[in-house]
């Protein structure tokens, strides 16, 4: 039978349950209203956390093969409904949707691949009179707020683990994004216990509600770095586990000896992506003085080429901003570039339109100390830097306040890994900019966030240790 995705639903202990009042958000390309939503109150909360603590009594005690069997059923059911996901998810997010299948098909692997990490049980010492052994125990109940950049793998990136390691879970979508979340918690319903797999809408006051509820265990946030202090100070009061992954402001330094027209397709597309609305895009480019004229020619003429419009369009690349919040937020930076003097290589003006959408901008060479290298945009707008000395760059890839990921681009390998180990961040890759997996831990440093998800340490992020003593005879 195929997905409705006309109608939606809160997903608790098992049932799609309505609330007494709806709200919707706007598709970006259009402003038009999208189908309502619940309105989740403080009692559907409770009556959520109810049911997935009475769920984690009895699934915590199932095997991981048997949540593994029930995590693969559900990818099937994911496989099955792929392109209703990915025409829900332009549909709501705005993002083309040759971009939309990619992010659903990374959420259906996700779902696959995560649950084949084996947790292990550490023999930390076996003597005659003692052994002692570390295993790993889940910890309850956990919420998953996930942000509107990417509401499919994200939510799915933190329902898996949360499952597989015997927890119960409760997703709470943004209010800008609700539908496709909602749709996963409703395909989870046949493949496990009711309480195990829930989803919430809401507006606002309804992550707050999340943080405070004394029943849930654990937080996994992916946010803003302002929210995220919130989040954590609100989960102090009742200790809760926080995991959370924020802001960042991505270096990327390009060095003199690349090959400019083998990178620049690579450099563009990961700049831009999803309209830059992605905490690990490359925000900052810094480019050898050597090459940097060259490159900056050809790195402009190759973007001018991206196609802006709506994400159903055929050969578009860049889709809406997703919010009225953020186009506006836009539109406050571009005007630092005429306020701070700044060249425009390419755009550098909003023009107002049917939907949220926003040209992609290119800033020649602009001041460290400029809004547009000092701050995440999330929005298409990329400033090109030049550099001359290895030490100086780093220290300037450095200098921000968050650290989520960087990379470096050169033949030279050791020339590459020797800069590479010198940047701050949770993931720095080498001649690519954006790779994840569901095996490699993701998270950031300084204030881009604290602990990490994927791959087994972000698996145990979901766990207690325990270490297990045991007197022979």
Known sequence: ????????????????????????????????????????????????????????????????????????????????????????LTQEQGKPLDQSA??????????????????????????????IVQRYTPLGVCAAIVPWNFPVLLAIGKMIPAVYTGNAVIVKPSPFTPYCALKLAELAIPHFPPGVIQALSGGDDLGPMITEQPGIDKISFTGSTATGKRVMASASKTLKRVTLELG??????????????????????????????????????????????????????????FKTGPGTQEGI??????????????????????????????????????????????????????????????????????????????????????ALAASVWSPDLERASGIASQLHGGSVWINSHFEVSPFAPFGGHKSSGIGVEWGLSGLLGYMNSQSVWTRKG
């Not at 997903?11 to 038009?32: D, Q, W």
């Not at 779902?111 to 003692?130: A, C, F, G, H, S």
Request: aromatic content about 8%.
């Open 1 to 88: 039978m195929p997905l409705d995705t006309t109608t939606f639903h809160n997903v608790i202990n098992g049932e799609l349950t309505s609330t007494a009042y709806t709200r919707h958000s706007l598709n970006p390309a259009t402003k038009k209203q999208n189908p309502n939503v619940p309105i989740s109150r403080e009692e559907d909360l409770n009556a959520a956390v109810d049911a997935a603590k009475t769920a984690f009594k009895t699934w915590s005690r199932t095997t991981y093969d048997e949540r593994r069997k029930a995590c693969l059923a559900y990818a099937d059911s994911l496989e099955e409904n792929k392109d209703a996901l990915a025409a829900l």
């Open 102 to 131: 990619v992010e659903v098909g990374m959420a259906i692997k996700w779902t696959r691949e995560l649950p084949t990490i084996e947790i292990p049980e550490n023999v930390l010492q076996d003597k005659d009179d003692v052994k």
């Open 248 to 305: 960042g402001n991505d270096a990327a330094i390009i060095c003199d000896d690349v090959d400019i027209d083998k990178v620049i397709p690579n450099l563009a597309i990961l700049s831009f992506l999803t309209s830059s609305q992605i905490c690990m895009m490359i925000k900052r480019l810094y480019v050898h003085s050597k090459i940097y004229d060259e490159f900056l020619k050809k790195f402009v003429a190759f973007v001018s080429n």
């Open 317 to 402: 690349f860049i889709g809406p901003v997703q919010n009225a919040m953020q186009y506006e937020k836009a539109k406050n930076l571009f005007e630092s570039i005429k306020l701070e003097n700044l060249t425009a290589a390419l755009g550098g003006t909003i023009t107002d339109s049917e939907g949220y959408f926003i040209e992609p901008t290119i800033i020649d060479n602009p001041p460290e100390n400029s809004r547009v290298v000092q701050e995440e945009p999330f929005a298409p707008i990329l400033p090109v830097l030049k550099w001359h000395d290895e030490d100086d760059v780093v220290s300037r890839a450095n200098a921000s306040d968050t």
